[in-house]
Nanobody, 111 residues
Framework: VQLQASGGGLVQPGGSLRLSCAFS????????MGWGRQAPGQQRELVAT???????NYADSVKGRFTISRDNAKNTLYLQMNSLKPEDTAVYYC??????WGQGTLVTVSS
């Protein structure tokens, strides 16, 4: 399994970004997938997960602002991030099966 996240960048507080994660391997649709993030000096935390049947869960810190989704036909995972806050600044990583982590993409929320 190989994972490559993209879509990060600099955004103002209150803005939006959409992250994508390309999955290389077999049986994407059977994996639970997730997004984690790691801010400077902090541990990596899992902020959103989606099961193979589409059930989702979110950390309290992002609930109501972030939406995780998947397109099994394209082997791609998404994270729509709205109402971004400076404390959302971190490197964002996608995860497959709670086992594999890909390369991250940097999100910076700043005015």
């Amino acid at each position: 399994v190989q994972l490559q996240a993209s879509g990060g960048g600099l955004v103002q507080p209150g803005g939006s970004l959409r992250l994508s994660c390309a999955f290389s391997g077999s049986f994407f649709s059977t994996y639970a997938m997730g997004w984690g993030r790691q801010a400077p000096g902090q541990q990596r935390e899992l902020v959103a997960t989606i099961s193979s049947d589409g059930s989702t869960n979110y950390a309290d810190s992002v609930k109501g602002r972030f939406t995780i989704s998947r397109d099994n036909a394209k082997n791609t995972l998404y994270l729509q991030m709205n109402s971004l806050k400076p404390e959302d600044t971190a490197v964002y990583y996608c995860n497959a099966g709670l086992t594999w982590w890909g390369q991250g993409t940097l999100v910076t929320v700043s005015s």
